[in-house]
């Protein structure tokens, strides 16, 4: 009789099998704040040892996916964009290739939470894009003065908010969820395009002015016209990120 042929290495533990199984009972079937069948059910279920089903949960536990508190059966988590968050900026604040790479996933999740938000907005969608627009411009200060460095980090902390509500208004929870998740990067991304803005001889007034188109076209029901005037100011920044990466060339990036 041959030989057993050796284990392949990308072939999954017993462990792993499970927590893919249990992953998508998780994601879905059950819902934030759910607890997981016990132990002795899941091992039964599977047919595997209590062990097995402890070190699957460990795993869905380093996922994201289960919280588990002593002497308590595991729960299902919130979803939390944290660890994408920290993916994000850490590529945006090491390879300027990062801050186009982000440009892209905009273009595609903003033409279309801009749209959407056209046709799906209640009125307290709108009024949350309105009052984000109206931080932007409280905190813009007088044309031609230098903002201070606590202004600038509230102005483009607003412009973040703007972008985030009209992915709220979307309806998409998707969306939504990814621009809450996308904050941060977003915001060190907007300290740079910022520089180029200048550069290119545009003011953060401008600024105002193309969300305010955004938001124009938004309140109009007209998703078409949503879709090309944040296309536009997306485009637009992308030029900004170009200019500023020039005149940076290539020096460490300091962030607010």
Do not use: W
Not at 98 to 110: A, C, H, K, P, T
Not at 128 to 135: C, H, N, T, V, W
Not at 221 to 232: I, V
Not at 237 to 249: F, K, Y
Request: net charge neutral; glycine share 8%; hydrophobic share 40%.
């Amino acid at each position: 009789m041959g030989k057993s042929a050796p284990a392949r290495a990308d072939q999954p533990t017993a462990a792993g099998a499970v927590a893919e199984h249990l992953a998508q009972m998780i994601l879905g079937e059950l819902t934030p704040g759910s607890s997981l069948p016990s132990e002795a059910a899941l091992a039964t279920r599977y047919a595997v040892s209590r062990l097995t089903i402890r070190e699957a949960v460990k795993l869905l536990e380093g996922r994201g996916l289960l919280e588990i508190a002593r002497g308590r059966k595991a729960v299902v988590r919130e979803p939390d964009g944290a660890a994408f968050a920290d993916f994000l900026t850490s590529i945006i604040r090491y390879d300027p290739k990062g801050l186009f790479d982000l440009v892209e996933i905009r273009l595609s999740l903003e033409v279309q939470s801009a749209t959407l938000a056209a046709k799906r907005a209640n009125r307290a969608g709108i009024a949350a894009i309105e009052s984000e627009l109206q931080g932007m411009r409280d905190t813009a200060g007088a044309p031609g003065q230098p903002m201070s460095d606590d202004q600038e980090l509230s102005f483009h902390t607003h412009d973040v908010g703007f972008h985030e509500a009209v992915a709220l208004a979307s309806g998409n929870r998707i969306l939504g969820f990814l621009f809450e998740a996308m904050a941060q990067p977003l915001r060190e991304g907007f300290f740079i395009s910022r520089r180029g803005h200048e550069k290119r001889g545009h003011t953060r007034h401008d600024t105002i002015e193309a969300h305010q188109r955004i938001l124009d076209c938004i309140k109009a029901g007209n998703g078409r016209a949503a879709a090309e005037a944040m296309r536009l100011h997306i485009k637009d920044t992308e030029r900004d990120i170009r200019v500023a990466l020039s005149q940076l060339a290539h020096q460490p990036v300091e962030h607010s």
